[in-house]
């Protein structure tokens, strides 16, 4: 078996156990591999155009490149523990392929490039995977949007019934945000797109290499202006643990409410029996774990984030053996949206609404004494002063159990001068509802509008969640 270690010669005998447990990541970063592979074709053409390689040499490497490539892929070259890391065991397998010819391809160039720009493959390819999955449930919540444009709802403030909403205008308010996550995944890709490869270590290289060649050939928009910057940043992973961490607190949010919507009490939704579990006790329950799941893995993803800014905090430049603990929050994020995001959107997209309970519940808890207040404004009373006079009338409901429209002429008449019975115009939730004209409101006519402008700015992110990050 071809000896495997990359680092060796100086030293008199192999690492103890301890250490080559503690070191090895290939359990983890084999997941680079196919990037490494795309890393190592620009790498060996870039060696062949300085007469490193010659044609013969280069044509051998590259098909035995793809040949690992192939074979990585059917599962039938795999690592070994014994390969410390992704591009051990790569380096192996194009050795038993080419012999002495495959240790030519490390010339010019370190893990720590390589690295570097594996992982900036890697997460560029996915985040246009994770964008697919936010654009499928962002079109899960803007269909139910779209079916519930004047669904009266009593919106909230504090959980406390505050003023009628429609319920699409609630759904999309969850879409909103997805929308950000796409824009900050496509910023961070656009800072992502520098290749560190050509830094070697730390220094560069004193080969005539062609760092933006090798860029180009991997789809990078420049290469790196600092060789020490290149190899030492890490804000790529950092930045994108951001977004994946605030997609997470999104999605527990809506996770959140739809615990709160499909509970007895609120009885607002109810979950499709694919997208819900039942009790191993209760033969009743039907609960709503995806809900749950989404609310409680914001912890790991909240948690990626945190791990990695305590790791690069106080780093001397460049390269330290604690940059390899980027990798694992980073996988763990992708991996963790990749199971949450289809679930979630199967779950909204099957979820029945129970129009008829939130209509009986827009009303509930005087939720229309600001249209009261704003009728008396309109009438030239100072809002100070409509605000006093409709808490006296809630004040007198409370005390004898009634609502709003229950007050006869009389009484409102005896709170305010102001008051006549035609203010009974305001007092319906359809009329609270279609007074919400301006835009960004939650009548039907703006939210209308609001869907139009939503399934407009998803479409323009389907096409970018299926470009190719690494041309081939
Ligand atoms: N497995 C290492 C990592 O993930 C690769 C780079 C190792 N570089 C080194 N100089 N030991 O960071």
Known sequence: MTKTSLWGGRFSGGPADALARLSVSVQFDWRLAPY???????HARVLAAAGLLDPDELGRMLAALDDLEAACASGEFRPTIDDE??????????????????????????????????????????????????????????????????????????????QPVTF???????????????????????????????????????????????????????????????????????????????????????????????????????????????????????????AELARGKSGRLVGGLVAV???????????????????????????TLQLLLPALAGMISTMTVRVDRLAAAAPVGFSLATEVADW??????????????????VALCSVRGCELEDLTDDDLAKVSEHLDPSV???????????ARTTPGSTGPGPVAEQLALVQHKLDSWRQWAVEKVVPR
Do not use: C
């Open 85 to 162: 890391d992704v591009h051990t065991a790569l380096e192996r397998g194009l050795l038993e392929r080419l012999g002495t010819l495959g240790g030519k391809l490390r010339a010019g160039r370190s893990r720590n490039d390589q690295v570097a720009t594996d992982l900036r493959l890697y997460l560029r390819d996915h985040a246009r995977g994770l964008a697919v999955a936010l654009v499928e449930l962002a079109d899960a919540l803007t269909e139910q949007a779209a079916r519930n444009v004047d669904t009266a709802a009593p919106g909230m403030t504090h959980v406390q019934h505050a």
């Open 376 to 393: 008396l404004v309109r009438r030239g009373v100072p809002f100070r002063d409509a605000h006093e006079i409709t808490g006296q009338l």
């Open 168 to 290: 699409g205008h609630w759904l999309l308010a969850h879409v909103h945000p997805l929308l950000r996550d796409l824009d900050r995944l496509r910023d961070w890709d656009a800072r992502a797109a520098i290749s560190p490869l050509g830094s070697g270590a730390l220094a560069g290289s004193s080969l005539p290499l062609d760092p933006a060649a090798v860029a180009k050939e991997l789809g990078f928009a420049a290469p790196a202006p600092n060789s020490m910057d290149a190899v030492a940043d890490r804000d790529f992973v950092a930045e994108f643990l951001f977004v994946t961490a605030l997609i997470g607190v999104h999605l527990s949010r809506l996770g959140e409410e739809v615990v709160l919507w499909t509970s007895t009490e609120f009885g607002w939704v109810e979950l499709d029996d694919a997208f819900a579990t039942g009790s191993s006790i209760m033969p009743q329950k039907k609960n709503a774990d995806i």
């Open 36 to 42: 490494d592979i795309a890393a190592s074709r620009a």
């Open 424 to 434: 009974r115009e305001v007092m319906s939730v359809e009329s609270a509802l279609a």
């Open 309 to 335: 800014l305590t790791m690069l905090k106080g780093l001397p430049l460049t390269y330290d053996r604690d940059m390899q603990e980027d990798k694992e929050p980073a996988f763990d994020a992708i991996e």
